[in-house]
């Protein structure tokens, strides 16, 4: 599952991390894939009425985050909540938004942003929504707002159910 609820999942092309098993190897190189117009998945998003939100995946979608925000921008305007996965921490991805301002604008219309490489040693199959117990579910607008990563109730009733978690 790629976040909560009925979702449509975009895998964007390129990523710079190249976690070993990663499940999407195919997504690393930047220049695979084919492009898609936004007024294209918009129509796509428009076609489906019981969608409750879009994940972005890929490949990592922060380094396609100028692409990206426009759409993200159509997405909120409609309603839908936003996901976005990335192998980037939080804290890098505050960091790089210095020279990258186009992904810290990406994180204003994310709802929750699971972050973090995926870590084949910390894999798991019990994890909702991760791959690995290093990886985090972010409340991303909570944590714009109090300048620090506040994990999102889904991970904290994870951690309820799974204390182990918490040393993660």
Do not use: W
């Amino acid at each position: 599952m790629d976040g909560p609820g009925i979702r449509m999942t975009i895998f964007t092309q390129g990523c710079n991390h190249h976690c070993p098993g990663c499940q999407n190897p195919q997504t690393h190189d930047f220049n695979g894939g084919h492009f898609i117009d936004i007024d294209e998945i918009l129509s796509m998003i428009d076609e489906n009425p019981l969608l409750d939100g879009i994940t972005f995946s890929g490949g990592d979608p922060m380094d396609q985050a100028a692409a990206l925000v426009p759409l993200a921008r159509e997405i909120k305007e409609r309603g839908l909540n936003l996901v976005i996965f990335t192998g980037y921490t939080y804290e890098r991805l505050m960091e790089l938004s210095h020279e990258r301002p186009d992904m810290f604008e990406l994180l204003t219309f994310a709802d929750i942003l699971i972050d973090g490489p995926f870590i084949m040693a910390k894999k798991s199959l019990e994890l909702k929504f991760r791959g690995s117990s290093n990886q985090r579910i972010i409340d991303v607008q909570k944590s714009l707002v109090e300048g620090f990563v506040v994990l999102h109730d889904l991970q904290l009733e994870e951690m309820k159910v799974h204390p182990e978690l918490a040393m993660a």
